[in-house]
């Protein structure tokens, strides 16, 4: 009697620097991960219940995806977000919140309405949906090769090393050079949602930090941002992108705020690349007023006050310094001098919100930061 032929071995995946205590197998009466489409397609972003069932990454009130971020950030921030994200829609034809007539992708256990044209293969561009896995981001035309797919995909969670961790959110490092593949779909996928993005193939010069949520069944994809490996103009930030389906719930800002993190450790002072996007230069502008109201808090009642010496502190750079705050009112000329005001009713608001913001799930812990900063080669996109 020949013998037996061994079966091929799955390929592992990658593992994780450090042990996951937040991650572990679903236990032996989960269903396995079986995509499913419902037969109506009326919200925007919609909730799949039995994709992950009985574990959802998200729970919902009334379908509504979008949390409350009262007493978490200033009612003027809020309303400039809510008046540059309805004139995008506006830009786009898009007409009210729930009118839109741009493809969808289904990501893990939402459905997403698109908002630009992406440069997938041609014979994905005509369908009204792609299907993406929401671990290795491979695109695919219907829920049949989907389901085929997630019965054999071993990811669950993105490549690289896990370089950050608090609770259930985690911050990948992946290298564009290790890891070209699920870099390039990451970028095609980032550009259906980001107007002013063009690079698409040439990963190779550049890192990505890619935020995820965990549960039982691995680490969610949340937003990612991107930077070059050797910036010239010292970028600390190429590209940022939070899902629509996550947007709302403060992880932007916790990605920009990771961001100047990496340029301190790296002893820098960087500035995101231009030109920023509406909302992204309303974020930016945020993060910056909220990290000069810190300082100036702590300061106290100190007269002198540098700007050189907040953006060697902060890693800001000294004309995103200036600029904030004159947008804001805060920088006068008197008496041949340039002042800074020290407007009492937003030291105040913001010694509020920053005793809050330290018991949200997205606020930044500096010791939870795992990474040193490492050299690559130069490389030259006309190679």
Known sequence: TPPKATPP?????????FSPPYCPSPPPSSPPY?????????FRLRQL?????????LEFINN?????LEGLAPAEDLASFKEAQESTRQALGLGGSEEYRLGRIQFGSFEVDTWYHSPYPREYTQLPVIYVCEFCLKFYKSTDTLYRHANICKWRHPPGNEIYRKNLLSIFEVDGEKHKAYCQNLCLMAKLFLENKTLYFDVEPFLFYVLTKASHYGC???GYFSKEKHSAQNCNVSCILTMPQYMNHGYGKMMIDFSYLLTRREQKVGSPERPLSDLGLISYRSYWKDVILEYLIRLGKQDAISIKELSQESGLHCDDIISTLQFHGLLKYWKGKHIILRRKDLLDEHALLCEKRKKSPTFLDPSCLHWSPATYPVYSLYD
Request: hydrophobic share 25%; with cysteine; proline share 23%.
């Open 220 to 222: 969610h994809f949340v």
């Open 49 to 57: 219940h039995s994709l992950l069932a009985p574990h959802k990454p």
């Open 34 to 42: 079986c995509p499913t489409i419902p037969s109506s397609h009326t």
């Open 64 to 68: 509504q995806p979008e949390a409350s």
């Open 9 to 17: 071995q799955p390929t592992a995946s990658p593992s994780l620097p």
